[in-house]
């Protein structure tokens, strides 16, 4: 019998190898668990990977068949794919509880046990040797792969004073001091940055992998472990810090490779589950469709960009942090304004560079650029592609000889020498009048977007003046505490003044010079 088809109260009533006998409980491999529970999942139509997005017609499906192949895993993708994730959900597929031997190191199966621990125990009591039950999520093994990690970490040691003290060689089991590897037994064990392990660490693995014995210090203990393996690695480590040796590629079964989202519906939904958004911000700040699709489309710009390494990938973790910061600005908007509720802004979003400068590895180009200008850009690429779902397109508007541009009004007002403040910091009251002063602006956005309510279509009035800068309309200077828009003309032709006294000087220069 299967430990998930035992009584919910096994765990109180079966205290004894005895009463696991009389249950019907049968020993299976922790891959054959994984397969089983699998297998009844997809029967009942159940989610196996819950909160995973994007994946279900790729990443998910190569994964099952994995499993129900019985081989060890390698999740290959660039940062931010949710490798770990996944990993971390295979538990989900394992009995709810397992009984071992009570006591044992190894999380010995009572019926075949593993340890001369657990086989002395059993000689000794027999039927009444102590039965203990194991959740499944004690049974799941997590190692970041480090430089600094050894063999003894993964494997264990020869503990010297065990050795002393009872009298026993290195080579008797009974004094080694077992490592992570041995004591997830009958589990789940996670390697994490494969490519990161040193490469004799690597070889160490060759023989649990395929053979199941380990050796400690030159000496061969037979252990045939149980466990489900699974590697994590990011192609882009297979060059800069280090690579998966070859022998130990060719014994990891299958490789599955991730990928980022696919449409920006599926980040969308990937930032709304992962972003850490306090009660208290839900309850001041409102949000609304069109912000969380620029902050999406910043990571669709960033993995195009000629300034973003792409090798080293993008992470969805930008997009969570970008989010998180928009609705931190408002809120910080709302408590110096001393309001109880406010309104995203495009302000929020243009705000929000912090949480990209640290997530995106730049090419020499960007570099020369700055971390802080190349977020800037991404984020004006971000409201050039998303203003056309919501916008005339302003450069085929340019063509239309016989048609009025849209966009006339507004530019003649600002062409007028009119120039428009918006700061982060400003009150709802002073963001509202200061839209306002721009005649034209309202009429656009409610002649395209008439249900929209009060707040929206302010958000969508200053959408359209950075909409209508990034397609070079009206021209867009950066303040240290918000925006300015203005006369594109009239910035072009705003030149640095020179000191005329300097001027003097070198002109007094050059005749002595000349002498």
């Known amino acids: ?36 529970n699998l297998i009844r999942k997809l029967r009942l139509k159940e989610d196996v990977f819950p909160g995973i997005f994007g994946y279900d017609e790729t990443v998910i499906p190569e ?50 046990p593993l340890s001369v621990f657990a086989k002395k125990l059993i000689d000794e009591h027999g039927d009444n040797t102590p039965v203990a039950w194991v959740h499944r999520d004690e049974r799941y093994t997590e190692k970041l792969a480090t430089p ?44 994490n940055e494969l490519p990161d392990l040193q490469a004799r660490i690597q070889v160490s693995l060759f023989n649990i992998l395929q053979e199941g014995d380990i050796q400690i210090r030159g000496f061969k203990v037979r252990l045939p472990l149980d466990i489900q393996f699974v590697f994590t690695a990011n192609p882009e480590d297979y060059t800069n810090r280090g690579s998966i040796v070859t022998p130990l590629k060719d014994r990891i079964d299958a490789q599955i490779i991730t990928h980022y989202p696919k449409s920006i519906e599926i980040g969308k939904r990937i930032t709304k589950q992962e972003a850490r958004i306090k009660e208290d911000q839900k309850g001041m ?11 999406e489309q910043v990571a669709i710009e960033a993995r195009g960009s000629e300034f973003v390494d792409a090798k080293s990938g993008v992470s969805a973790r930008l997009t969570i942090s970008a989010y998180e910061q928009v609705v931190a600005g408002a809120e910080r908007r709302a408590l110096i304004n ?60 340019k063509k239309l000889k016989n048609r ?86 009239s910035s072009m032709f705003t030149m640095p003044k020179f000191d005329e006294g300097d001027d003097e000087d070198e002109e007094e220069e050059k005749p002595r010079r000349r002498r």
């Open 404 to 489: 009025t541009s849209p966009y006339k009004t507004v530019q003649e007002w600002f062409g007028s020498g009119n120039t428009l403040d918006l700061l982060h910091d400003a009150s709802d009251a002073d963001y509202h009048a200061a839209l306002d002063q721009v005649p034209g602006l309202r009429d656009i956005v409610k002649e395209l977007h008439p249900n929209e309510d009060a707040n929206t279509t302010y958000f969508l009035m200053e959408f359209l003046l950075h909409g209508l800068s990034e397609h070079s309309l009206i021209s867009r200077n950066r303040l240290t505490a918000g925006a300015q828009f203005k006369d594109l003309l």
């Open 148 to 191: 600094d990690v050894t063999v003894a970490d993964l494997i264990g040691d020869a503990d010297p004073i065990k050795a002393a003290t009872l009298k026993l060689p290195y080579s008797d089991e009974r004094v080694i001091h077992f490592g992570l590897i041995p004591r997830a037994h009958r589990g789940i064990f996670v390697i």
């Open 1 to 36: 019998m299967a430990n998930d088809q035992l009584p919910t109260n096994h765990s109180q009533h079966i205290t004894t190898l005895g009463q696991l006998k009389k249950s019907g409980y049968k020993s299976r491999s922790v891959k054959a668990e994984l397969r089983e």
């Open 63 to 112: 994964l099952q068949r994995a499993i129900l192949a019985g081989h060890h895993i390698n999740l290959l993708g660039l940062r931010g794919q949710a490798k770990t994730r996944i990993a971390r959900l295979l538990i989900n597929l394992l009995d709810e509880y397992m009984p071992v031997v009570a006591g044992s190191e190894l999380n010995d199966d009572p019926l075949q």
């Open 285 to 295: 700040v409102t949000t609304n469709e069109i912000t969380h699709d620029l902050v």
């Open 338 to 397: 001393g309001e109880a509720t406010t309104y995203v802004r495009v302000g929020d979003f243009i705000s929000a560079v912090p949480a990209i400068t640290g997530k995106v590895e730049l090419v020499y180009e960007g570099e020369q650029e700055g971390a802080g200008i190349v977020a800037e850009k991404l984020m004006g690429k971000a409201i050039r592609t998303l203003f056309l779902n919501y916008f005339p397109d302003p450069d085929k508007s």
